[in-house]
């Protein structure tokens, strides 16, 4: 067999046990150059696909290969990126540009708004400190990592619009600005914008103020990346949603790329226009979970590197260990070990020294305690139905999942009995509860969809951040 032949039967293999999005960023404008006795050695596009398949796909290839009779031992790559676009290349010799980025105001060349009399009080700059490079990866952001990287692969080709979702702290804006700075490194001529949901409605209030609608519509109509955060602050602004709505439409059109970031995901957003909420769901969804303990302890390791500090393993150990949240809270912990050292001239603290420091911060992840009414107005919140329909004995589907959804985590989470459970929801037979238990603790043992669902209510409902 040819080379080509063979590694298309390999592409052929592995495409059916990995993810759309991780195929197509990964594997991607790749070949096979040679083929020896116990080595391959494949082209890849850019650092990104090589480290990744050599270290984290290189198994499933080998298994391939073998497969097709072809027992090599080891697998190499070299970057090439002569057969792609200039402009999609990520050098990972250039270095990070260290002036502020242009977004939204008079210092983007070439692109002023046309009206002396429009202003902005925009300020937002992307963070050069937010590069894909530095960003940890593990199961918990797998995916989201992979679509973003893609998106700065392919701008406006890949996934469009893109939108990540997931809890406070967790990487969405580190994720999101890393494509904006990734493309500017390389092609600093694109119009690229990050700004939150507040900031964008913000500043549409102050354009309708100024009679300069217009002018603010035709500016975000030029731009090559928009990067909107927190999008679900756009929920039950009628007039924010109808401008964003033109805008998106207006993008989207012309292959511009739009990413987006939320702490829910589009079905979940409360009083959304459903033309938004479909454009939402019309490209990649890809969410963000909290960090299990091994990429914790990755994060910890490297942000501790970067704030030049020196601690021990069991140290690293103890902060993943207790506080399990989010980033921010690990960078935080960190923060305060530091201020430790610097004014008690600690050079090595103890791990005494340290659970003394982070206490509160420990205590405070603890579970709050929560009722009834805490599930109930969470899920109600979900699933954009009302607490009453909730309670009552209405048969329509959507408001039934719900309802067994609140049933599960009424006896998971506060260990009601089953007659009680009933008694909450219109005085249902304790059967009732029971079914609606054994289902959704079914259901998480085959349905991705169910257990994330799940995890982001619990999330919510003892309100961690």
């Not at 790749?30 to 198994?59: H, M, Q």
């Not at 603010?216 to 928009?226: E, G």
């Not at 769901?281 to 299990?292: C, H, K, L, Q, T």
Request: proline share 3%; with cysteine.
């Amino acid at each position: 067999m040819k080379f080509d032949e063979i590694w298309n039967a390999v592409l052929g293999s592995i495409e059916l046990s990995i993810s759309k999005a991780q195929f197509g960023t990964w594997f991607k404008g790749t070949r096979i150059l040679s083929l020896e006795k116990d080595s391959v050695y494949i082209r890849v596009p850019n650092g990104f696909a090589k480290e990744w398949l050599e270290n984290k796909f290189n198994i499933i290839i080998l298994r391939s290969l073998h497969d097709l009779g072809y027992p090599v031992k080891e697998i190499h790559c070299k970057v090439d990126d002569s057969f792609i676009p200039k402009e999609k290349v990520f050098s990972e010799k250039q270095s990070i540009p260290t002036k502020s980025i242009p977004t939204f105001s008079s210092e983007i060349k070439n692109f002023q708004p046309t009206s002396k009399n429009y202003q902005t009080n925009s300020s937002s700059n992307l963070n050069p400190r937010y590069t894909f490079e530095n960003f940890i990866i593990g199961n918990h952001n797998e995916l989201a990592y992979s679509a973003c990287v893609a998106v700065y692969q392919d701008l406006g080709n890949a996934y469009n619009p893109l939108f990540i979702y997931g809890g406070v702290g967790l990487g969405k804006t580190h994720l999101l600005q890393s494509i904006g700075n990734a493309i500017l490194k390389n092609t600093p001529e694109k119009k690229v914008l990050y700004i939150t949901s507040e900031k964008f409605t913000q500043e549409l209030i102050n354009s309708i103020k100024n009679h300069t609608v217009d002018t603010f519509k035709s500016f975000y109509q030029n731009i090559d990346l928009l990067i909107i955060d927190d999008i679900q602050f756009l929920s039950g602004r009628e007039k924010t949603q109808q401008e964003f709505f033109h805008i998106f439409n207006t993008l989207y059109q012309q292959n511009k790329q739009i990413v987006l970031s939320s702490d829910r995901p589009p079905k979940a957003i409360a009083t959304l226009e459903d033309r938004l909420r479909s454009r939402f769901e019309g490209g990649m969804i890809a969410d963000i979970n909290r960090p299990d303990l091994e990429t914790r302890i990755a994060i910890l390791q490297e942000k501790a590197q970067q704030k030049n500090i020196s601690l021990s393993d069991e140290i690293f150990s103890y902060i993943a260990e207790n506080i399990t949240n989010n980033v921010r809270e690990l960078e935080g912990a960190l923060t305060r070990i530091t201020a430790l050292q610097q004014f008690h001239h600690i050079t090595h603290p103890t791990i005494k020294d340290v659970e003394d420091i982070l206490k509160e911060i420990v205590s405070s992840g603890k579970k709050k305690a929560i009722s009834q009414e805490d599930i109930i107005h969470s899920i109600s919140s979900f699933y954009g139905i009302s607490s009453e329909d909730l309670k009552q004995k209405g048969r329509k589907k959507e408001i039934a999942e719900a309802r067994q959804m609140a049933m599960y985590l009424m006896r998971k989470e506060l260990h009601l009995p089953y007659t009680g459970i009933g008694r909450c929801f219109g005085g249902r037979d304790h059967t009732t509860a029971l079914h609606a238990f054994e289902k959704i603790e079914k259901l998480l043992d085959t349905d991705e969809k169910t257990r994330k669902d799940v995890s982001f209510l619990k999330e919510k409902i003892y309100c961690i951040e």
